[in-house]
């Protein structure tokens, strides 16, 4: 099946009606995030890749076009969509790149039936990326340098390939392993897995499940201690350990209950029996706050596996994002309705380390020595302007946005995130085109900064 | 790709040790939710119908063996899984109807490798999809009669097989249409959408845009008018429509600022022009108690489009479901993790109507008179019993069950849910195993009554 329908109708609509009366200017649409969810002192780009894999195929399949003349658009349309190709210009911020309020994350330039039709794909996929990228990114500063962090959220996740999604972002974001099989395999990452509940449930007692992994499954052996008694189970472990002399790398998960109480617990035992190698691995509900405590008070857990919270973004499931028209034949646009204003033109985002302030600027002004651009051209002319990105290469940037990231915007709980400054020129286009829109009698809104709703200084 | 991969490491351990054992035991596996998310007074079965195709087709293909292979499973783990299919039975709870926590949604049972082995996606779409069809749910309570619902949700939903998973799930939910064209090629549902703010802007003027629309797409014509000022656009859409004599279905959309407000001088301005018919379509950021507060208010909103909150079902986006063994061999099962204890067996929930109080039993009591029993024999030996579930037919289904709700269930605050009752027969064999369990030396837990994390009585 083509994707080329995976849109909304309105896209269709319009693309159409473009089509039709041969408008074919240039149009640039930019899309942002126009709000930090609550407790979020910045986010983490993510998605592109797959909306680079998409506009690179896009094309309508027979199928899509009988279907859509089944629906009612005219033959002319149909006609117009069938040698439609996605031939534009991307520009974007790299995945794994900190990025703020309003900051465009990618900006396309094409023929406007072109570029609108792709909006409702671009919005899904940078939208729900980037709040996953996020949230992982906050689960990896949470745990600090000590506890490894498994994903663990496939069971959970909106589908499948959201969960494909939510352990590459994981990855990127610096956990170690996914659960996800599949997505260990697409993405060359570590898959990571013991046993469940069930497993322990089919055999007589404990030990004997124990014994009956450890010897089956030689080299992957995480004894899950809580089924019945959590520390009963942990002497049982002990006992198969011992029992069977087993010397590799080795676990205990605990999975339920007052984890950080059994897990003072569970390491004294281990200790106590001589096997301070043994590892501690927690999972069950986590999210990063609860990682932070852990780690703030000193819980001696090795490895945390973090799912359903992270897997759904539980407390920001979405952002407030946009694809807004800013470009078309030529001329900058802009657009008033309450709430929802935009700045005109395609931009770039400035940025130095530290982060204490990105300049929101117009894309032909020049730079300041000292500032990196954040935004760079993936795509010309419908083709990638590169190879594919790797977690590798999104893992190092998010490292090195995050090191430069000022403490209170890192704070997972009441952040203060960096400052957006929004340069002179880009201000003054603003005012020129606000004061023409109300000259032809448009409007009588005001303009973002004085809306409160982006975080424009 | 073949979907076996789509799952946690940890089913392919277990698998690979109980193959290996020749562990072929009858296993039954229980897929329910523990609790309701605060808010909800039910839920609604979802995600059944893309189970039921995971498991008709499952199988292991050549690449995945190959990977399973190099990633350490041993030569007789991967020739078990070359032959590996899914012969087991399934009990099920159709979609579209209400269900209550610890109610099973789905009882798989089958030797005990492949009920394990089909854990991962069995949860991931019953979690996923129930947590939507709960939300679509509410949302059409909350519209009530008089305002018809669209389903906008595709931009913001966790990818696009999500998407499609909202579409259809909001379709049984009673909405009337969705934005989402490839859901209505695949489910036949109606697609509906108009123009973006774009469309407005890339044209001089918004009486220029609107002309342009309705000459060009006859048929679908509603008219967005807050791009600039929205009364004034309302204005605009009148001109447009006595200009070109416009009288067929007609509706202006309004998509920021107060829209009560906005939507009661709307009607006013189009009741004054003579244009009655002419529709009131809200969209932007709604939930079911946005709509809830329209309909109590008598705004005169004809139609609305739901889309962010409702395509991650924002305040509860993912639900505590839980896959647990409750029979092995013959024998019923039970496990005992603080607060995570499960009642042992095989199942069956009986219903009447007033929904006031469902009975959970063992599935092999008698059922009383007036009771009619929720979970049914979906899958025989790996082959559905019968054809595949239609939208209308989990529409009726919705439709019955949330008229049989009493109002305090209803409710989309405060709810109260009905009570499940513990069938006097499934309290016994739970004490009694728990009694051996602990007579074993394995526990000293309480049982899920006295845990308060469920709704049993």
Chains 1, 2 share one sequence.
């Not at 930090?36 to 998605?47: D, K």
């Not at 399949?61 to 534009?88: P, V, Y």
């Not at 919005?123 to 498994?150: E, H, P, S």
């Not at 003072?264 to 281990?270: C, I, K, P």
């Amino acid at each position: 099946m083509s994707q080329a329908l995976v849109t909304d109708l309105y896209e269709l609509n319009m693309a159409a009606s473009y089509l039709r009366r041969g408008m074919t200017g240039l149009a640039t649409f930019s899309l942002f995030v126009r709000d930090l969810p609550r407790g979020r002192g910045f986010l983490v780009a993510g998605g592109l890749e797959d909306c680079l894999a998409y506009l690179e195929t896009f094309a309508f399949a027979e199928e899509d076009l009988r279907w859509l003349s089944a629906a009612g658009f005219a033959g002319d349309s149909i006609g117009a969509f069938a040698s439609l190709r996605f031939t534009g210009d991307v520009h974007a911020i790299p995945e794994g790149r900190v990025v703020l309020p309003n900051e465009p994350l990618l900006e396309v330039t094409a023929p406007i039936a072109q570029a609108q039709l792709v909006e409702t794909y671009l919005l899904n996929q940078v939208t729900f990326q980037t709040a996953i990228a996020t949230k992982a990114a906050r689960c990896r500063l949470a745990a600090g340098g000590d506890i490894d962090l498994v994903d663990f959220a496939l069971r959970r996740t909106h589908g499948v390939d959201a969960g494909m999604a939510v352990a590459r972002l994981s990855a990127i974001a610096g956990f170690t392993a996914t659960s996800n099989v599949e997505a260990a395999r697409r993405f060359g990452l570590q898959a990571a897995g013991t046993m469940a509940h069930s497993y322990i449930e089919a055999f007589a007692d404990e030990a004997s499940a124990f014994r009956a992994f450890a010897t089956d499954l030689p080299g992957r052996t995480t004894f899950l201690v809580d089924t019945y008694d959590t520390l009963a189970g942990v002497e049982a472990a002990i006992g198969v350990i011992r029992e069977l002399g087993l010397t590799r790398s080795l676990a205990v998960r605990l999975d339920s209950g007052d984890l950080a109480a059994l897990a003072r617990e569970t390491r004294r035992l281990l200790d106590a029996a001589g096997l301070p190698q043994v590892r501690i691995f927690v999972s069950g509900g986590l999210d990063e706050l609860d990682l932070e405590r852990m780690r703030l008070e000193g819980v001696p857990v090795d490895a945390a596996g973090v799912g359903t919270r992270l897997g759904v973004s539980a407390d920001a499931p979405s952002l407030d994002s946009a694809y807004k028209l800013v470009a078309y034949d030529g001329r900058p646009v802009l657009k008033l309705s309450e709430g929802k204003a935009t700045l005109p033109g395609p931009k770039q985002v400035w940025r130095r380390m530290p982060v204490t302030e990105d300049l929101l600027a117009r894309r032909d002004e020049p730079g300041s020595a000292g500032y990196e651009p954040l935004l760079l051209p993936v795509m010309r002319a419908g083709q990638r302007t590169g190879p594919p990105d790797t977690v590798a290469a999104a893992r190092a940037r998010l490292e090195r946005d995050l090191a430069g990231l000022p403490a209170h915007a890192r704070d997972l709980r009441e952040p203060v995130p960096p400052q957006v400054r929004v340069s002179g020129s880009l201000r003054d286009l603003a005012a020129t085109l606000t004061d023409d829109l109300r000259h032809r009698g448009k409007t009588e809104r005001s303009m973002p900064g004085g809306t409160g709703s982006g975080r424009l200084t």
